[in-house]
Every structure is written in C-alpha cells, then in structure tokens.
C-alpha cells in the first residue's frame, strides 16, 4: 500500500463512519412524521449537497481549499450543526448534505490527483473496508446510546457532531497538499461525448439515490418500529459486508472489475426484491440487510473505480469533479421528485413494493452498463500504442 493511500484511509474511514448517521436520519424523520417527509428531507439534502460542492469549488483559490483542507472542512460544518442545531428536518438536511457534498467533494479531488489507475481497485477495495468497519462500530455506538437514552434522537446527533469536529481536527494532516479546488469551465467538460456516453451509468449508480434513501426509511420503520432495533439489526448486517470486505480486499484487480461489479450487483439486486417482499412479510426486512451489506460494499467499491475511470476525460480535474456532481444532482432530483409525485397515488405498502422494484430493475441495469463502459476502456487502451 503506497504512502498515498495509507494517508488517505483514516478520514476516508471517518466519511463513513459519519455516513452511518444517514440510516438513523432517515428513520427518525418517517418515524416522527410520514412517508413524505423523507422525501422534503432528501430533495432538499441532496440540494444543499450540490451548493456546498459549488460553493467550496467556485471560492476554493480564495479560501485556498486543497483536497486535504475541503476533506477535513466537510466534517466541521455538519459538526457543528450537529451540535448546536435544532435537529429540525431542515437543520439535518443542511448538515448531512454539507457532510455529502464537501467531504465528496474533497476525497474525489484528493484519489484523482493522488491515485494512478492501477492502484484503484486496491485502493477501493481497502477504503470500502475502513468505511465499513467504521460504520458498523458508530452504528453500534449509536444504537446503545439509544437503548440508554430512551431512543433520543438528540443524544445521536450529540454524538456525530463530537465526532465529526474531533475528526476535522485530528485526522488528514500526512495527506500531501494539492492544488486548491477552483472552477473554471465545467460546461466544457459537459459537452464532451465520452462524458455524455456517461450518463445512463451515472443515473442507475447514483441518479436515484434519494429513492433508495426513502425506501429503506420506509422499509425499516414498517418492519421494525423501534430506532434501537433498527440500529441492531444494521450493525449485525453491517459485520456481513465488514468481514466479507476484509477477506477479499486483495483480490481486486484491473483485469476482474467487471466480474466484482456483475457479483456484487446481483447480491443487491435480490436484496432490493427481498426490500419489497418485506411490505408482505416485515422479517424479511432483516435478510434484505443482511444481504444488502453483504453486497453493497463490494458495489461501492466497483462504482468507486468506475466513477473514477469515468472521470478520466479532458479538462481541469475541478471541472470534471463538480460537472458530474451537477449532473448527478439534476439526476437525483428528477426521479426524486418523478417518484415523488407517484406516491401521492399509492398507500405506504404499494409505494415500498414499487421502489424496491425500480431500484432492483436499476441495479441489473447498472450492470449491463457498467460492463460495456469497463469493456470499451480496456479496448481503448490495449488499441492505444504505449
């Protein structure tokens, strides 16, 4: 493992251990109000994610924000907002869309300057596995603090806040400095075909997000009732991914990418069929995580070299960050607010049977596309004179 590498792994460990606060996000905003408001929650979440990434790139030169010092940024504003918020809806969208869009923000500029491409699947596969521990011990963390505190959102958020501002001071300085951040013309990066050949993945990887979000809040709440339960059972499907992660962090490489993404998606393709079979019988909630974090690392990991391989395009590296962002954030809101729109029609147990099918028809599809894109970059290369 390059120096590189070992320098990044500990904030890319706490961006997920933080990342754990989503699920019990989600689940307190369904619980304490309804289906819908996950949805107010994620569109604006996703929204204050795209202007923090716009923000941080548009006045990076002024403020000097290298990879390392946006990084360790997106941590101190959900931190404080954490703390001292008044864990309102709004208060927690702005603070774990902060969170997504600096912390994204930095760690995609910080892996494209710092990672050549043959040391990515190493790479992924070794930040995934930090991601995952980290998350499984917070989750952990999380759901007795509940179980003592008498299932108290406030203490949760109490607790990430103090995470998230000790992490931002303590971790990330043996990360080299880089250039800071800066836009100066993403629109160009917008108008090249290989970026536009791009987008069918991007929408199936990440374009509905927020969907997945709602669905899984939905899942839980009707299948579980009980934060500290649903805390349980995230942490035991957690240790599945956790340990199957580790065993296997050495076996990705350039020439098996496109085997680990077609195994990983048809783990998490049955995990969201499992999803919508809960609506009939709530159990089955449990296998869907178990499955779900079985695979979902190891898809993680694949989007990750496959995000960054579509990055490898021309343009200034900031441009190519936030075009994608941008084009992700449109993605996100139309089929958010598309699904949306379509729920006023159905009852919460329609409406849970109908998204699992989207998202487990999206994750075949992501395959298919995702295979032919891994495919024509090899074309490409071994026709490439060296």
């Not at 490898?312 to 441009?319: A, E, F, K, M």
């Amino acid at each position: 493992m390059s120096s590189h590498q070992r320098a990044l792994l500990p904030l890319i460990g706490l961006q997920g251990a933080v990342g754990s606060l989503g699920g019990f996000i989600g689940f307190f905003v369904v619980g304490r109000n309804d289906i819908h408001a996950i949805f107010r929650y994620s569109a604006s979440m996703l929204t204050v994610a795209m202007l923090a990434t716009f923000l941080a790139y548009r006045f990076g030169p002024r403020l000097n924000l290298s990879g390392r010092r946006l990084l360790r940024l997106g941590f101190v504003v959900p931190g404080v907002l954490l703390l001292f918020g008044d864990a309102s809806v709004t208060s927690m969208a702005i603070a774990f869309g902060s969170y997504l869009g600096l912390t994204w923000g930095g760690r995609h500029a910080l892996e494209m300057a710092l990672l050549k491409d043959g040391e990515r699947d190493s790479y992924a596969a070794r930040s995934c596995t930090a991601v995952v521990v980290l998350g499984v011990g917070m989750t952990l963390l999380a759901t007795l603090l509940l179980g003592a505190a008498g299932e108290k959102a406030r203490y949760v958020y109490w607790m990430y806040g103090v995470l998230c501002l000790a992490g931002a001071l303590l971790l990330g300085k043996a990360i080299p400095d880089t250039e800071p951040v800066a836009l100066r013309d993403p629109l160009a990066v917008l108008r090249q075909p290989q970026f536009v050949a791009c987008l069918p993945l991007f929408f199936l990887e990440s374009g509905l997000f927020g969907i997945g979000q709602a669905m899984a809040a939905a899942g839980a709440v009707n299948a579980l009732g009980s934060a500290m339960h649903f805390g349980w059972v995230s942490t035991c499907a957690g240790l599945v991914g956790g340990i199957a992660l580790y065993f296997t962090r050495k076996q990705r490489d350039v020439d098996n990418r496109a085997q680990w993404l077609g195994i990983s998606c048809l783990v998490v393709g049955l995990a969201f069929v499992l999803l919508g079979a809960s609506a009939w019988v709530p159990g089955l909630y449990i296998l869907y995580s178990i499955l779900k974090a079985a695979g979902a690392p190891f898809l993680l990991a694949s989007e990750q070299v496959l995000n960054q391989r579509t990055l490898d395009i021309q343009g200034d590296l900031s441009d190519r960050i936030f075009a994608r962002e941008l084009v992700l954030w449109g993605l996100r809101m139309l089929s958010l607010c598309l699904f949306w729109w379509v729920s006023l029609w159905l009852t919460q147990f329609e409406l849970l049977v109908t998204g699992a099918a989207v998202l487990a028809t999206a994750t075949a599809l992501e395959y298919v596309v995702g295979k032919g894109l891994l495919w024509r970059g090899r074309a490409l290369e071994q026709a490439t004179p060296a």
